[in-house]
């Protein structure tokens, strides 16, 4: 079974930092990419971050120099480096897997809120 728990979101001022954590169960995680995702009110959710079973790495323009997301395969754990936030980073963020081989076989996390405010 499948399982996502996400953690480390939180209420922040801008130009502070965040780490998020996705932990996984199962023994599917060293071998897939694996990604996070943010929705912010009255938008769709939007990619933010992916990162292969060998640790290549992709962003978002909008997080570029900004975020980094890194992976543990020994503790099953993804992670999501916040740094210099800005009130339009405030969205619920999920960590997502593909287990599809030929379609997409999504599993997601319930989310953590991240909300940057003065």
């Known amino acids: 079974q499948v399982q996502l728990v996400e953690s480390g979101g939180g209420l922040v001022q801008p130009g502070v930092s965040l780490r998020l954590s996705c932990a996984a169960s199962g023994s599917f995680f060293k071998l897939y990419a694996m990604g996070w995702y943010r929705q912010a009110p009255g938008k769709q959710r939007e990619l933010v971050a992916t990162?292969?079973?060998?640790?290549?790495?992709n962003y978002a323009d909008s997080v570029t120099g900004r975020f980094t997301i890194s992976r543990d395969n020994a503790k099953n754990t993804m992670y999501l480096q916040m740094n210099s936030l800005k009130p339009e980073d405030t969205a619920v963020y999920y960590c997502?897997?593909?287990?599809?081989?030929?379609?997409?076989?999504?599993?997601w996390g319930q989310g953590t809120q991240v909300t940057v405010s003065s």
């Open positions: 997502n897997v593909d287990l599809g081989i030929v379609t997409p076989i999504n599993y």
């Open positions: 990162i292969t079973s060998g640790g290549s790495t």
